[in-house]
Structure formats: C-alpha cells, structure tokens
C-alpha cells in the first residue's frame, strides 16, 4: 500500500471532458477539473465565484445584442428584437427605433462599425446604417451608395445566361427594352442596371421580356447587345452578408445570390465601388475560386483582411491592398457555421471564430511558417462548449464568453503566452440568449419563466438579476424588485445572510430591519475534482482513499464541502462559527484541513465537491490531497 500526496497548485486546465477521464499523462490533466460551474478560474490559477448580475430592464422579448462603441468612454448597448432597437447608455433607455428585422432574421444579422456609425447586413434585407446623429438622438436608414455624375458607383454583375440580349427602343430618355430571354422580375422596378457600362435604371417593369427603363447617357446604338448588367444587391439578388473595414476600405463579403464574392470600395470612398480602370486607389472585385463554391460567412480585419467561408479560412494579403498588387490564399479548411452568424473576436493577435464542427477556433499567424493555424480552444472540453450561437470577449476580465445552445454560458479564460486556457460553465435561473461586453461591463439577455430581462454582470453582486439599496435607518420593508413578483428572492442584508424573502407587488418583507441589501435570484457554484491520477503509482486499476484533504481559499467567509458523506457546513475560524443570521460572514484566507473515512464505491466519483447557493464569495487558490493507493 502506497501514501500519496499530491498538490493541485492551480486550475489552469478548466473543466475537461469526460472522454479525458483516462488521460492522466496530460498536462491539462493535472490542472483541470471535473466540474467548474460558476466559477472564473483566475489567472493566477486560482478560482473564484463569478460575478452576479444587475437587473437593468425588462426587454420587449428574445434579440441580440450588439456592441457600439465610439470611443473608450462612450460606449452604447443596442438590445435588437423582432422589429426594433433598443439603445442604452449607463443602464438607462436612450432610445427606441424600429428596424426592418424580424425575429427569426436576427440569427443571421452582421454588423461593422466606424466611429459613430453602425453598418448592419442581412442577405434578405438592404443593409441599414444606423447613425448616431447627436446625444440621444440615432437615426436608421438604408445604405447611400456613392453617385458621380448621375452615376451610382454601386456593385454590378451579369446575373443568368451570358447570351441574353436586350435591344432598347431609343438611345436615350425613357426607352423601351426588349430582353431575349425572360430575365425581368418584379423586383427589378426602382435598380439601376447598364447598358453598354452607359448608367440606366428600371421605371417599370411590364413583362419578364419587357421593361422600361430610363436612359442617363446616351447609348452608341439600338441594336441588340450582350453588354449589360445590373445591380449586384437588389431586391431580386439579394443584399451583402457581412461587411468590415479595411485599409481604409469597406469591404463586403458575400451576397445572397454571389455568395463567394468579395468587393472592395475606393480607398477613402467608403461607399464608392466603381472599378475604374484598375488605378491603385480604385475598387476592387473578384470571387474566391476553389474546387467548391463555400458561402463567405464573415469578413475580419485582422493582420490581413481575412475571410470566413463554409468550407475554409482565407488570407487576402497585399501591402497595400490595390487591384494590381492583391493576394488570396487559402490558410485552413475548417469552415464556419452556416446555420447563424457567429462574428470573430480578436484576442490577443488572434481571430477567434466558431468553426462548422462546433469548435472554437484561434486563426492566428506564424511567423516561422508564414501561414495562418487555427487551433482548436474547445479539444478538451467540448462538453461545455461545444454549442456556441454567440460570443464575446471582455478585456478587462480576459474572459471569452460563448452562450451555447442550452442557455448557459462557456467562460474561457486565455492567456496563451503564459498558457492558461481554462473553461468554465456558468449557469443562472433561466436561458442566456444573447450576450455583449460594453467597456468592462458584460451584459446578458435572459429568458426566466417566460419574462427576458436585461442583466448586467456586477462584480459587487452575489444572486442574478438583483437589485440593491440602503436606508437612512434600518426597515424590514424593501421596494423596487417589480421584476421578481411572484418569486422567492435571496437576500444579503448588512452582509447577513437573510432568510429568503417571498416578492409580492415588487415588494420584500424581511425577517429583520438592515439600512443596506442586496436581494436576487440565488446561483449555485460547485468544484469538483477529476479522479486521482494513479498512473505515477501504482498504474491505472489501482485503488485510492482519500485520507485528508487541505484546502487554501482566499476571503472566503464559510465553506460548505462533500468528502463523499453529504454536504457539511466547514468552520473556518475558531471563533464566531457559522452563525450567518447573526452577525455579518468574515472573510477568511489560509488552510482548512478536512479528513475522511471509507473507500470509494466508484473510483470516477470525485473525491470532494464544494458547492454553495448562498451570497457569499468564494475564492479556492489549490488543494493538497493526502490519499493510500493499493492494488
């Protein structure tokens, strides 16, 4: 029989999957856990009991929010639901406008932002501009595409059969066109097309052979031609699916109908996509070529303009980008979703995106081999993370956070050059929707019993959804928690942990008065360790007992642990116990050494787990384990 004792001095590895349960002999598996919910591992490798949340506001119903950020300190949050934005500013409603999508569209909503102004596209819907035009005041309007001349400098294409002809009635004025073809639709009323590269639009539509059309140059002759075009975004063609800026160029990745193209305006003419005669500072067009036809699913501005396809990443590289002197190269062939829009995050250098197997993936560049890699974040813990609709990065935290398809939220915690790369799940009394960080603020949409509410992460706040206040002198009686009508509160008064407080008309009656509360929906936090790793021992099969275990915790007033015979309440000074209803919780730091007897009915049975709903923090630095192995 062999005595062990193993140190587990940090929790850099993160959650692991269970299909890692066998893999003693990884690195990860020495510094990861069993389970992590609710809690952020630090990047000290430590961890500690995430953040509540700030009920800000009852929302019109499930959306998305977006980021829109003007400078360091001005900073905007736009709640989208099916038909209109919301804007906040400091928790507080600035404005309400109505917008063009629905419900179901959001999904698929991209956005790109420069200074004040938020450019927004959906394949279905012309892309929209939303601008902030002063303080409080924001205005929603279609793209303007440039114009010189009369000319609109907008994306052309010849769509359908290149043998087509039309032959107009006159040379100029409103003329007549004839088609050979049927290649006319409803749709077209209102676009400009070309004829001859002479600038035109459609007045009317009479058939799908027959149109009239209004002639703004004159045309060289009325005979039946080849040479023609039309919009490349329209109504009948569809509209652009991702845009971002670069080198001082919009640039729009994909349409509905031109799913694998790119356009590039003029430099410094954002709206400008006229290709000229191919001078350096003039628009660029070209599709991405390969052995399959992949849907662009983003565009980002990175070290390179890089473009996300279904089916592989892509480099479009050139120092400056000009149509004689640009480069595509295919990097990697993972491929993006394709079911919903999921836009890449920069994080320390690298682009992070959700690839199409689930994964997230880091694209990032290597100087020694001078590609593009795309490693996979989620190889070992899948299981939390492997569901993503929507993610952001909150700087301040260096936290990744993906809301997955079941409502909870993956926490990453990355710091690649000190290799930390450690996920968390965090959970709350509902389904998270949707999420976005503004400042240092992350933000969180929420559906709880049918009601979604807007919530802001408050590193002050221990419940969800939670309000706060003082009083000039202790009182029972609380007002303003409208929000948790009908609900059973959890309460901290004066740091006293109260007795749960059932809201009725918004309103708290406690068990006794405080002058300062803090009162929400309770979250449970729980850590648990992976199995023993024997194979140093005595190899795997063998047995283990846990004899003692020590944990170092860190401003932690009470501790509530399993060492396999129920949760028990852990003194953790000599004096003042554990009376939390009468007097406020200390926070303790050092050791606390706990002993246990028996052996293990299963031996993939964590050996402890330390869990606890109650309003308190918590802070857990490592854990000595002291254990007798035999065969």
Excluded at 120 to 131: F, G, I, K, T
Excluded at 581 to 591: I, L
Aim: with cysteine; charged share 20%.
């Amino acid at each position: 029989m062999t005595r062990l004792k193993t140190v587990k001095t940090n929790f850099t590895g993160g959650a692991l999957a269970p299909d890692l349960l066998g893999r003693g002999d990884l690195r990860a598996y020495e510094n990861g856990a069993r389970t992590l919910d609710n809690v952020i591992v630090l990047p000290t490798g430590g961890l500690a009991r995430r953040p509540g949340t700030a009920f800000v506001a009852a929302a019109p119903g499930p959306g998305r929010l977006v980021l829109f950020s003007f400078s360091t300190d001005q900073a905007h949050l736009l709640l989208f639901t099916d038909g209109q934005v919301q804007v906040f500013r400091d928790d507080g409603l600035e404005a309400t406008l109505p917008t063009p999508w629905t419900l179901a569209q959001l999904k698929d909503l991209t956005w790109t932002q420069s200074a004040d102004v938020l450019l927004l596209c959906h394949p279905q819907v012309p892309p929209q501009r939303l601008a902030r035009t002063g303080p409080g005041a924001w205005t929603l309007s279609p793209w303007v595409f440039a114009a010189e001349d009369g000319k609109s400098r907008i994306p052309y294409f010849r769509f359908g059969d290149l043998s087509v002809t039309l032959t107009p009635s006159a040379r100029s004025g409103r003329v007549r066109v004839k088609a050979s073809a049927p290649v006319f639709q409803p749709g077209h009323d209102g676009q400009p097309l070309r004829i001859h590269r002479k600038p035109c639009r459609f007045a009317a539509i009479l058939s799908p052979t027959l149109a009239e059309v209004d002639v703004f140059e004159t045309l060289p002759d009325t005979d039946p031609t080849v040479d023609w075009d039309e919009a490349a975004f329209s109504p009948v063609r569809g509209w652009p699916v991702s845009a971002c800026f670069h080198q001082d160029r919009l640039v729009v990745g994909g349409s509905r109908d031109l799913p694998n193209r790119l356009w590039l305006s003029r430099s410094g003419d954002l709206f400008n996509f006229d290709l000229g005669e191919g001078e350096d500072d003039e628009a660029i067009e070209f599709a991405i070529l390969s052995d399959e036809v992949n849907p662009i699913r983003a565009v980002f501005s990175g070290r390179h303009l890089q473009v996300f396809t279904t089916g592989a990443e892509w480099a479009v590289t050139g120092e400056p980008l000009t149509p004689q002197a640009i480069r595509l190269d295919r990097q990697t062939r993972l491929g993006s979703r394709g079911d919903r829009q999921i836009g890449p995050r920069e994080v320390d250098g690298a682009t992070l995106f959700a690839a199409a197997d689930g994964s997230l993936r880091e694209f990032f560049w290597t100087d020694a081999e001078r590609v593009y890699q795309a490693g996979d974040l989620t190889v070992a813990a899948r299981h939390i993370a492997g569901q993503t609709v929507e993610m952001d990065h909150d700087r301040r935290r260096r936290l990744l956070l993906a809301v997955q398809a079941d409502g909870t939220v993956a926490a990453l915690t990355l710091y690649r050059a000190e290799q930390v790369s450690a996920w968390t799940r965090l959970v709350t009394a509902g389904q998270v929707l949707s999420l976005a960080v503004v400042g240092d603020t992350p933000y969180w949409l929420v559906r709880r019993d049918g009601a979604v509410w807007l919530e802001a992460w408050d590193d002050g706040f221990q419940v969800d959804a939670g309000i706060s206040g003082t009083a000039p002198a202790p009182t029972a009686r609380w007002s303003g928690a409208g929000h948790l009508a009908g609900r059973t509160a959890t309460v901290l008064g004066d740091g006293i942990v109260l007795a749960p407080s059932s809201v009725k008309a918004g309103r708290l009656r406690l068990d006794r008065a405080v002058r300062a509360i803090q009162a929400g929906l309770p979250f449970t936090h729980r850590v648990e360790p992976l199995p023993a790793n024997l194979l140093a021992a005595e190899g795997q099969g063998a047995k283990a007992r846990l004899l003692a275990v020590t944990f170092r915790l860190k401003d932690t007033p009470v501790l509530k642990a399993d060492l396999g015979r129920g949760a028990l309440e852990v003194p953790l000074r000599r004096t003042g116990g554990l009376v939390l209803t009468e007097a406020p919780a200390v926070p303790f730091t050092g050791d606390r050494r706990l002993t246990t007897l028996g052996w293990p009915a299963d031996p993939l049975k964590p050996a402890w787990s330390l869990a606890d709903d109650r309003p308190l923090p918590f802070t857990l630095l490592a854990a000595t384990h002291e254990m007798k192995v035999n065969d």
